[in-house]
Each structure stands twice: as structure tokens, then as C-alpha cells.
């Protein structure tokens, strides 16, 4: 992203202070030779594809008389774990989380806040020249810095490039025009009046609500997070509008499908075009390799303005950490350009640090996008994405929303109604 700044080098006292905080946690890592009582402890919930462990595994390299305890776990057990560490005095120093958990372990002070240790800056530059709008929103709580972006999720549109031009269609940019291709390009080619070949993947979840509704120019909740917000006009016209989605011709991926992805229907053909992040470049390049050169990405179209919701991967010191000054080291080299571009190359997703997003392995031609450079899409999404709020009830008023687009879709119920009935149980879960 061309931010019209220059970038300056690293300030020379930036650089004499990260030395000598380093020595100092070197110093505390070597006090028992290196026992693993003294390392850095890091959690991690990447998986297999993790880019953390071998941008680690650098660091210790370059720095060998620093211990790292490196500890992976699965996603569902990381959510819940983190916060019961926490509250048992066994806090990690520094932790992978996905920003969509960033509301409840805020709520629940799970997280410090990072500006007292940072004092604004990373890597000896100013934090807020260093990341997008949204991302900046994303890290603050409270007036806090609690979280710093790893890696980013902001919805473009996925296609299928070489249906659309088999059919004599253009890549739709409104809502309207989104109508007319899903219709055009979906098949029902057994004729049992079910659309099985190149539909639109249609999630009922609060990420693909929300996308809608932030198109629309609605909120989740009021400004100052006293209530719900979403059964709004806005909200109606949103949910409204993924039906007319459904009838147009999309395919409905609701939790039974397994694979929230889609890579199954994909795989098969029967979803054409979807809404997602970045990381699903990586997923199909790994999981239908024999469909490359055949996809491309484009902006997400929209009603009355661009809009996605926020998330990816956050990087933050738990509340009670032992060693919040080696947590904050290893932060600060996890988000330097050369451990950012891993995320892509390792993980497959998008590093979150602007600078990053100008290394050369972004900015090439993507034979499997069919010679595209699709990071610009993303970044662009990234201007107008926006975090979910942080608020103490936020699982709670995610699954109502859930349940809300459900009984629309698959019940038929209105969509006034069904909202309604999940603003309720939301405006009880921000008086918690």
C-alpha cells in the first residue's frame, strides 16, 4: 500500500534500546544456562502451517543464548486455555489469538496492554505508520493497545475467471449486478431445480452478514456499546438481501457442510464464486491445484459502500506474563518484513504490516490467479474493513446473529423478525 510517506531508517536510539532489552532478557534466559523455566514462552494456534515456529526458529538461531518455549495448540483448545493460564498465574509471554476471540479475553483482561512497553513504537517506528486504518482500530480497547496484527482477513470476491468469460459475463461490482451473474452463471444440470455447478457459496455466519450489512452503512452495535444495532434498516435490507442471493442461484454452506471453506464444493465444482480472506488463496492452491489459472479476485461489490468485516491473527502479551520485555522482542521480530513475508510463503495468508505488503512475493504475478497480483484486492478491502466490537458478550451475540440469518434462509422467516428476536438476546449480552 503506497501510504505516501517514505519510510526512514530504524531511529539509532530505537536501536540502542531494543540491544539493550535484549541483552537484559538474554541475561535472564542464561541465568540457569539456559533452563526452560527461563525461556520466552510462546503459544501458538496456527497449526501445522504455522509461520511463528520458523520465523523462532531464526531468531534463536541469531540469538543463542536465548531460550524460546515454543508451545502449539489446537484452535479450540488455545481459546479456552489462554484465559484459564491467566487467571492461574501461568500466562505465556507473548501468543498467537484470532482476532475474532480479541472482544471476550479483552472484556475478561486476559490481555496488557502493550502500549506501556511499546510506547508507540515498533521496530523504531511510529505504530500508526506501520498499519491500515481498520488494523489500528482493531488493536485498541479501552484506550488500551492490547493486540498487534499478524496476519489480516478482509472479504474480496472469488470467481471462477474462465466460467464468467465462457458465459459473456463481467465481474460484478454492485449488488444488483452480483444478482445477475450468480443467476447467469449457476447450472442445474441434472434438472431437478437445484443449481449444483458454479453457485455462489452462500455462509449464514455473522462474517458474511456483516459484510452485507456494513455495505448497507449499518453497525453491529451502537457507538458506545450499550446495544445491538444490527436489527436495523440496514440489517433488514442486509439479510433481505442474502435471500434474494439464495434464490438467485447460490449454494447454501451452512455448519453441516464440515468445511466452513468450501473447498469440498469447490473441489466439485459446485460453488463458482464466494466471499473470503486472503488465506483461501493458499487453500486453493493446496487443495484444487487443477483448477489453477482458472480463478481470479476481484473487490467485493456492494450496495451504497465498500465494506468487510475485520479479523486474522492478533499477536499479544497476556495479562501476568513472566518476561513481557522477551514476549515484546519476539513480537517485534515476528512483525519485522522478512518474518511477515513467512505468513504468506509458509501460511499462505496476509501479513498485516503495510510494509510487508510491498515485498516482492506479494506483488508478483500469481499463475493460479491466471498471472493476477491479488494482494492489492485485499489491501484494498483492508481500507474499509472493520473489527468486530469489542464488547464483554460478544460470543453470545455472534451465535444470535448466526441464529438470526439461519431461520431467515432456511425457515423463511422474515428478516425484521428474525433479527429482532437475536437484538433481544444481543441487548442482554451487553448488559452482562
Not at 37 to 49: F, R
Not at 279 to 297: C, F, N, R, T
Not at 320 to 326: H, L, M, V
Not at 356 to 382: M, N, W, Y
Request: hydrophobic share 40%; charged share 20%; proline share 6%.
Amino acid at each position: 500500500m503506497n501510504t505516501g510517506k517514505t519510510r526512514q531508517p530504524l531511529k539509532a536510539a530505537a536501536l540502542v534500546a531494543g540491544a539493550l532489552a535484549l541483552s537484559g532478557l538474554v541475561g535472564a534466559c542464561s541465568a540457569n544456562d539456559g533452563a526452560n523455566s527461563d525461556a520466552i514462552v510462546v503459544w501458538d494456534y496456527y497449526g501445522s502451517s504455522s509461520p511463528v515456529k520458523p520465523a523462532l526458529d531464526l531468531f534463536e538461531e541469531s540469538h543463542p543464548d536465548v531460550t524460546i518455549d515454543y508451545q502449539e495448540y489446537d484452535y479450540d483448545t488455545f481459546q479456552n486455555k489462554l484465559a484459564v493460564a491467566v487467571s492461574s498465574g501461568a500466562a505465556p509471554d507473548l501468543a498467537t489469538i484470532d482476532m475474532v476471540w480479541t472482544p471476550v479475553y479483552a472484556a475478561q483482561g486476559v490481555l496488557s496492554d502493550i502500549s506501556e512497553i511499546s510506547q508507540g513504537e515498533l521496530n523504531g517506528e511510529p505504530i500508526e505508520s506501520q498499519y491500515s486504518k481498520g488494523a489500528l482500530e482493531a488493536m485498541e480497547y479501552d484506550g488500551r493497545t492490547i493486540v498487534l496484527p499478524y496476519d489480516f482477513d478482509a472479504y474480496a470476491l472469488y470467481y471462477r475467471k474462465d466460467i464468467l468469460e465462457q458465459k459473456g459475463l463481467d465481474v460484478p461490482t454492485t449488488h444488483e449486478e452480483l444478482l445477475n451473474v450468480v443467476e447467469e452463471m449457476s447450472e442445474d444440470t441434472d434438472g431437478d431445480g437445484k443449481v449444483d455447478k458454479y453457485a455462489f457459496q452462500l455462509r449464514p455466519d455473522t462474517f458474511e452478514f456483516s459484510q452485507f450489512l456494513f455495505q448497507e452503512g449499518g453497525s453491529l452495535v451502537t457507538e458506545d456499546g450499550t446495544k445491538s444495532a444490527f436489527a436495523s434498516p440496514e440489517g433488514v435490507d442486509a439479510l433481505e438481501y442474502m435471500g434474494r442471493l439464495m434464490d438467485a442461484g447460490s449454494v447454501y454452506w451452512g455448519p453441516d457442510e464440515g468445511d466452513s471453506g468450501g473447498l469440498a464444493g469447490i473441489a466439485d465444482e459446485r460453488i463458482g464464486m464466494f466471499l473470503n480472506g486472503p488465506y483461501m488463496m493458499g487453500i486453493l492452491k493446496d487443495g484444487v491445484p487443477e483448477q489453477s489459472g482458472k480463478w481470479a479476485v476481484a473487490d467485493a461489490p456492494f450496495s451504497k459502500e465498500p465494506g468487510s468485516y475485520l479479523g486474522g491473527t492478533g499477536l499479544v502479551i497476556p495479562t501476568g506474563a513472566k518476561n513481557p520485555a522477551g514476549g515484546w522482542e519476539l513480537a517485534q521480530f515476528l512483525l519485522q518484513p522478512a518474518q511477515q513475508e513467512l505468513v504468506y510463503t509458509k501460511a499462505g495468508a496476509a501479513p498485516a504490516t503495510l510494509e510487508a505488503l510491498e515485498l516482492p512475493a506479494l506483488t508478483q504475478a500469481d499463475p493460479f490467479f491466471d498471472g493476477q497480483v491479488p494482494f492489492p484486492v485485499f489491501e484494498k478491502a483492508l481500507e474499509s474493513a472493520q473489527p468486530f466490537p469489542y464488547v464483554a458478550g460478544w460470543s453470545d451475540i455472534d451465535q444470535a446473529i448466526t441464529d438470526g440469518v439461519v431461520e431467515t434462509l432456511v425457515q423463511g422467516t422474515p428478516p425484521e423478525v428474525s433479527l429482532r428476536k437475536a437484538a433481544a438476546t444481543a441487548d442482554e449480552a451487553l448488559q452482562k
